[in-house]
């Protein structure tokens, strides 16, 4: 849930709010998590409601240049990655206990607290214990840290800085997630701060250190600042996030398979069950890579609650998403204030699959383009998607990619799940996203760091496009190309208060 709070100005309170509620009240949201299927009754399926630009968009035909510049890999911008810190850094003579964090969110937001459980610990000169992953209470996938990433890789990439365990040594058995659910401890930390400063650390947890040999940390989440802090915490939280924290080999395998797939279709058939590392031994030797660009589609029932705004399914379905929204949020959720037309025109209602769709269209991509789509499952189900893979006929995810055995360990783990889209979406030639959120978010950021381009939909733009009845395709056509010409991936450093994750210059980014 915590990918809703970018589109509050608001900022990170209310998203906190929103972030710890199935903390507060887990039985309030587990039924409605299994309530998904239940879609096909809550509507008249959708129509398209942009038919008139969807005829212009199946009939439009892209010059070769325009799709030679979309495909065109970005050009040097100046920068490169920069995550060594100096050598005055180095790992600390002897540790001052251990910090321990239980992370609560999804995988990526997990991940930013996996960077920042690494700062912490060093700003402290202590030695970290390996993560604690909670079960988020919407996806309920119980993955622990080793089952996603690489520990050995983690704590070897980071030896020279920072000391790791896997496990906490027998002393300090005790301290567990059972027992701090239980009682107020004096080991806990439950007070930091929303974005805590270096000072609020040493002066709030050194202590706890000092005096029982270990802090507990949570909630953690977005409780580093992103300001004030010495460049080499900087460098080092990049360092994590860009260079120790891998996936599992598994995750990798089945990943690079799946890019092979999409970068040499006729190969898509070939059995291949679990030998996909000689296939992609194979297929590097082949000349010429086909290209392929990832949409991540997040379209699911909470996301589309959580709007408020209108998406066709008539009558039915807005009494459904009101009445959900009216159980989850119980009237916290501002945006219902606003009529769909408000919404809209400011950007704030999340791209259907119709729009996407007419978006990519607009920006050149043809119906020979293969797109992954990286997404969880969308709101109203085939129905929807229907008319994106009518524009993109060659339309691929994990399901159509890979067989039921190859899928087999990450099937129903939302957090595999991710990982895998993670991964295919860092090694795609263009990443464009539905939605702004923490997926978009993270991949904004990976994806600078590797200078890829990254298409950022113009939302408000969009919004009002889609609201204006009298635009013909080529209008329409021409405002998205206008729109859109300065959000490929050009890079933006990061201005106060914004995320190293999003924005990791110049923080882990040098001038080349
Ligand atoms: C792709 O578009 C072209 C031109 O718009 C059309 O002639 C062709 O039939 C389309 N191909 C498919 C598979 O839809
Ligand atoms: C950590 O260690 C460094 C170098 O050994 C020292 O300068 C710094 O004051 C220490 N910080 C804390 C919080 O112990
Ligand atoms: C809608 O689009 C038409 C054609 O581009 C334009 O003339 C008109 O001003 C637009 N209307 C609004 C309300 O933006
Ligand atoms: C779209 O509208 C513009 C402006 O009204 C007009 O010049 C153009 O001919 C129209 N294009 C089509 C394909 O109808």
Redesign the pocket.
């Known amino acids: 849930m915590k990918l809703y709070q970018h589109n509050h100005r608001g900022g990170a309170m209310v998203a906190l709010c929103v972030l710890l509620l199935p903390i507060l009240f887990p039985s309030l949201f587990t039924p409605l998590g299994h309530a998904s299927p239940s879609i096909l009754s809550e509507w008249n399926a959708p129509k398209h409601r942009h038919a008139r630009l969807l005829k212009g968009a199946?009939?439009?035909?892209t010059s070769n240049e325009q799709q030679y510049d979309l495909w065109m890999p970005l050009a040097n911008q100046g920068w490169k990655p920069c995550v060594e810190s100096t050598i005055a850094f180095a790992l600390p003579k002897s540790s001052q206990g251990y910090i321990q964090v239980f992370l609560d969110g999804g995988l990526n937001q997990q991940r930013m607290g996996i960077c920042d459980a690494v700062a912490v610990a060093k700003i402290l000169n202590a030695t970290l214990v390996i993560p604690y992953l909670e079960v988020n209470p919407v996806w309920q996938d119980s993955s622990s840290f080793t089952d996603i990433f690489d520990v050995d890789h983690f704590i070897d990439v980071l030896k020279d800085e920072i000391s790791i365990v896997k496990e906490l040594p027998e002393d300090f058995s005790w301290s567990t997630r059972e027992y701090y659910a239980t009682a107020i401890r004096a080991t806990r930390i439950k007070t930091a701060p929303v974005h805590a400063s270096v000072n609020w650390y040493i002066e709030n947890v050194l202590p706890v250190l000092q005096s029982y040999g270990i802090a507990a940390i949570s909630p953690f989440s977005h409780r580093l600042a992103f300001d004030n802090m010495p460049m080499d915490v900087q460098r080092l939280r990049c360092k994590v996030n860009f260079q120790a924290l891998v996936f599992v080999p598994h995750i990798r395998a089945l990943g690079d398979a799946l890019v092979n797939r999409l970068r040499y279709p006729s190969r898509k058939n070939e059995v291949v069950n679990t030998n996909y590392l000689r296939e992609v031994i194979d297929a590097k030797e082949k000349q010429g890579k086909g290209k392929f660009v990832v949409l991540h589609l997040r379209f699911d029932k909470d996301m589309a609650a959580h709007s408020a705004c209108d998406f066709g399914g008539g009558k039915a379905e807005k009494l459904a998403l009101a009445k959900y929204r009216q159980v989850i949020w119980q009237g916290r959720v501002l945006n219902s204030q606003f009529t769909d037309e408000e919404l809209r025109s400011q950007g704030r209602c999340p791209l259907t699959p119709e729009e996407i769709g007419l978006l990519l269209a607009a920006l050149g991509f043809?119906?020979?383009t293969r797109l992954y789509l990286a997404s969880h499952k969308v709101y109203g189900g085939e129905a929807r998607i229907s008319t994106l893979r009518?524009l993109f006929?060659?339309m691929e995810n994990k399901k159509s990619l890979a067989s039921a055995e190859e899928r087999a360990l990450i099937k129903g783990k939302a957090s595999l799940l991710a990982a895998v889209d993670y991964y295919v979406s860092t090694n795609s030639d263009i990443f464009i996203s539905a939605s702004p959120g923490n997926m978009h978010n993270a991949m904004v950021g990976h994806r600078t760091y590797q200078n890829l381009k990254t298409i950022r939909p113009n939302m408000a733009l969009l919004g009002q496009l889609f609201l204006n009845k009298s635009m013909n395709w080529s209008e329409f056509e021409q405002a998205v190309v206008e729109g859109h010409q300065n959000r490929q991936g050009q890079l933006r450093v990061r201005k106060p208060d914004q995320s190293i994750y999003t924005y990791p210059a110049p923080d882990c980014m040098c001038h080349a």
């Open positions: 199946l009939q439009s035909q043809d119906n020979s009518k006929p060659q």
